[in-house]
């Protein structure tokens, strides 16, 4: 199956099925061994470029094998420009399997483009022809504005997870698609920290973990810029921070702290409301100090 003038930037894309010589035949003639069916795709992991797959050496519980074969088991959360699905990654006919995240950004009409000139605020498009289309919202600008948000998130997962921040490994980026760990706490999705009602005691460990996690960004002069209680995964006793694509440089942003204080807001008022004892002012104030 030769696709290669599809739109689709994966799904076989530049891809040929894979076959297998089969005894007692002509050599030349192959069979095709294992052709997906639809929801399905060969891994494009070893087809990438360095700098899009995760750190290396990967988890040991990442399946690289290059005849993976990858399944869309369904949608986890849609947003308004991104979706979460499920895809399973195994090695047919082999025990290798690993569930993974996959967030695609849609190339619609973005949330936030305009808005999001804060954030970009200093970061520059090397292509001019992305940057007009991308200010015109043609098809491919919006296509375009899709593949900045994802590489923009890409970045900053790599950055903190290198950094030890606790966010989700990342797996690899694809045009508008980031693979990445699916954080899980018994088998299923990590529950938001939004929908937890933990005991005093882990209240207060989890806060404790988060500030180290700020901190650990504000070391390096970040700030998450839209962190809140539906950017937190809860699994079990770890937090672990996601949605990323906004993450802005507090000092070289002209607004940089009014993020970080909009962070350390969002934050403590949802540990204060389930009754810790903190105060955002306090935190911005320490998270400002470790950043200069
Ligand atoms: N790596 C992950 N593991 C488990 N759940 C995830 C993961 N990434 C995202 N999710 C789920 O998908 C939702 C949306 O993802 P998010 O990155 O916050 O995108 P959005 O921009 O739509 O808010 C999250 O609130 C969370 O419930
Ligand atoms: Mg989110």
């Given at each position: 199956m030769t696709t290669g003038d599809q739109p689709t930037p994966y799904f076989f894309a530049e891809r040929t099925a894979r076959t297998e010589h089969t005894e007692g035949?002509?050599?030349?003639e192959y069979v095709v061994i294992d052709d997906p069916d639809d929801g399905q795709r060969f891994t494009r992991y070893w087809d990438l470029e360095p700098l899009m797959r995760g750190p290396q050496p990967p988890p040991r519980w990442l399946v690289t094998d290059r005849a993976a074969v990858e399944t869309d088991l369904g949608i986890l959360k849609t947003g308004k420009e991104a979706d979460v699905f499920l895809l399973e990654r195994a090695v047919p006919g082999t025990d290798d399997l690993v569930v993974l995240a996959a967030k695609r950004y849609r190339s619609t009409d973005h949330r936030n483009f305009h808005r999001n000139a804060d954030y970009t605020e200093g970061r520059r498009t090397r292509d001019s022809r992305e940057a007009r289309a991308i200010a015109k919202k043609t098809a491919f600008g919006r296509q375009a504005a899709a593949g900045q948000w994802a590489w923009a998130e890409w970045e900053s997962l790599c950055r903190c997870w290198e950094a030890g921040i606790p966010v989700p490994y990342p797996v690899q980026i694809d045009g508008t698609e980031i693979l990445m760990e699916l954080v899980t706490v018994d088998g299923e999705a990590a529950p938001r920290l939004a929908t937890t009602r933990p005991s005093p005691e882990l209240l207060a460990e989890w806060f404790r973990q988060l500030t180290e996690a700020m901190t650990a960004l504000a070391d390096r002069g970040l700030a998450h810029g839209d962190l809140s209680p539906y950017n937190i995964l809860a699994a079990g006793e770890r937090l672990v921070i996601i949605d990323l694509p906004?993450?802005?440089?507090i000092v070289a942003n002209p607004q940089g702290a009014d993020f970080l204080m909009r962070d350390c807001r969002n934050v403590c008022s949802w540990f204060a409301r389930r009754g810790l004892d903190v105060d955002e002012h306090e935190l911005f104030g320490r998270l400002m100090a470790s950043c200069f």
């Open positions: 035949t002509d050599p030349f906004q993450m802005v440089d």
